[in-house]
């Protein structure tokens, strides 16, 4: 056991480690990135939410308690077999970001999109995933994995698909053969992945106006290329030009990896973007004794400054701040969800409504058979 934990901690990972040896195979205990040491030193895999949903998809375990957040539980649980449980240690772990688009407001968004910018909705043809032909002008809907799995549905029904920040350009391309030449995509809810992504890609910032719910579009929708939704996550948004200019002026070779959830300015600025996982290797990769700054979670960032004590890593935020609702899965809450478990319960099981299950599974299905 880790003896940097307080004896009350320890005797909470004890448990923890007593419960699972218990559960044996029936468990499978999924952590990510973001999470606390004091949880991932319990899962069985550590990942980002791409990892985490292939592995999931691929588990026989009975139980899949999920280390994560609301809409990686759902996701879990849309792409696992109706007797597999999924579970969410504490059920007010949710996601910010994902809370900034709601199937309301993006229904009514698409009414207004495909009549403002004359477009046609993938359903209406026989297979709404058929790839268009040049003169085609499709809106086809792209969701973050960070959303709620009533939107996964909305977007599986429309002939759209699931990305998340390591497949981001592939799922694009996809999306954008569907659409046709004069088609778009309408991209939510992380405006940020969206034009770093089309940035990336060559597209031209007046081809990417955004849409504000209650507000409506900011920008030229028709003949855009990507419509993107004005949501963020208030953990990424914080990474400025300005902290990467003070990292460089104290260390000229220093090197700066972010998130593309990050602001474009910032992803610019920096030396390289990504995933968790991307930015996992990038760091492995880079020499002894580098300075490195990365722009994402702090306990990520702590425990890539753990693992590489050969190289000098900080947090590009200095005013470090963690993601406050993967903070909310203590180890006392998944103690207490083992615990009922072993007692036969299900306790903080996530159950995707049936009615939403079909569309959801599209949109993951469609994005897992992608390569990246
Ligand atoms: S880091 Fe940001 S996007 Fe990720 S779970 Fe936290 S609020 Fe949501």
Redo the contacts with the bound molecule.
């Keep these: 056991m880790d003896t940097s934990l307080s004896p009350e901690e320890q005797a909470i990972a004890e448990r923890i480690e007593e419960l699972r040896e218990q559960l044996g195979d029936e468990l499978l205990i999924l952590g ?1 990135h ?1 999470q606390r040491d004091s949880i991932v030193m319990h899962a069985d895999f550590l990942g980002d939410s791409f990892m985490l949903s292939q592995m999931a998809a691929e588990s026989n375990a009975k139980y899949i308690v999920f280390c ?2 609301h ?1 990686m539980a759902e996701s879990a649980d849309i792409l696992t077999n109706d007797d597999q449980i999924v579970v969410l240690p504490n059920m007010r772990a ?5 809370d900034m688009a709601t199937l309301n407001e993006v229904e009514s968004a698409w009414e207004s999109i495909l009549h403002e910018a004359d477009l046609r909705d993938p359903i209406t043809r026989d297979d709404p995933t058929a790839v268009a032909s040049e003169d085609d002008n499709f809106l086809v809907p792209v969701t973050y994995m ?1 959303s709620s799995a009533d939107l996964k549905d909305f977007v599986g029904r429309h002939g759209g698909i699931v990305c998340t920040s390591s497949n981001a350009e592939g799922i694009l391309k996809w999306a954008f053969d569907r659409a046709g030449k004069n088609g778009s995509v309408l991209f939510f809810p ?1 405006q940020h992945l969206g034009r770093n992504t089309g940035d990336a890609m060559g597209i031209s910032h007046d081809l990417m106006p955004t849409w504000t719910p209650g507000i409506g579009a900011m920008g030229e929708l028709k003949g855009s290329r990507i419509i993107l939704w004005h949501g963020f ?4 948004k914080r990474f400025t030009t300005a902290q990467i200019d003070e990292f460089r002026h104290r260390h000229p070779d220093g090197i700066v990896v972010v998130h593309p ?1 990050c602001p474009i300015d910032t992803v610019k600025a920096s030396d390289a973007n990504g995933s968790t996982q991307y930015i996992r290797n990038f760091v492995a990769q880079q020499e002894p004794g580098s300075h490195i700054a990365i722009g ?2 702090i306990n990520m960032v702590a425990r890539l400054a753990d693992e590489h004590p050969d190289k000098h890593i900080e947090c590009l935020d200095a005013e470090i701040c963690p ?4 903070y909310m899965i203590h180890p006392a809450y998944l103690m207490d969800v083992l615990e009922r478990i072993a007692d036969g319960e299900k306790p903080n099981q996530i159950v995707v409504p049936a009615s939403i299950q079909e569309g959801s599974l599209w949109a993951l299905e469609r994005m897992l058979s992608i390569k990246k």
């Design positions: 990510h973001y994560g957040v809409f949710g996601c910010s970001m994902a960070n992380d996550c208030s953990v990424h959830e994402t979670e993601c406050s609702t993967m």
